[in-house]
Nanobody, 119 residues
């Protein structure tokens, strides 16, 4: 059974930083592209970043230059380093393991972790 468990969400002031983590179990880790999505209250879920298994990355325009996606294959863990956080980054953040055949598309989702950016 594939499981994704996120952690690291918190309340942080504007301009602050957070690192989210996501541990994958029940599946090989290094073979798959992985991603982060988020959903703010009253809005649709949106892509934040994707890390392909060849090392390429893809970021949504609002987070480029502020967020960094990375992985540690030895720990089956995906990370999202978030810097210079803004109130509009407030959302539930979800980790995904993507399809082999369509690496940009999520196949499995975690339960989410809440990030709140507020003074």
């Amino acid at each position: 059974q594939v499981q994704l468990v996120e952690s690291g969400g918190d309340l942080v002031q504007p301009g602050g930083s957070l690192m989210l983590s996501c541990v994958l179990s029940g599946s090989a880790f290094s073979s798959y592209a992985m991603g982060w999505h988020r959903q703010a209250p009253g809005k649709q879920r949106e892509l934040v970043a994707t890390l392909f298994n060849d090392g390429r990355t893809d970021y949504a325009d609002p987070v480029k230059g502020r967020f960094t996606i990375s992985r540690d294959n030895s720990k089956n863990t995906l990370y999202l380093q978030m810097n210079n956080l803004k109130p509009e980054d407030t959302a539930v953040y979800y980790c995904t393991r993507n399809w082999v055949s369509i690496p940009s598309e999520p196949r499995y989702w975690g339960q989410g972790t809440q990030v709140t950016v507020s003074s």
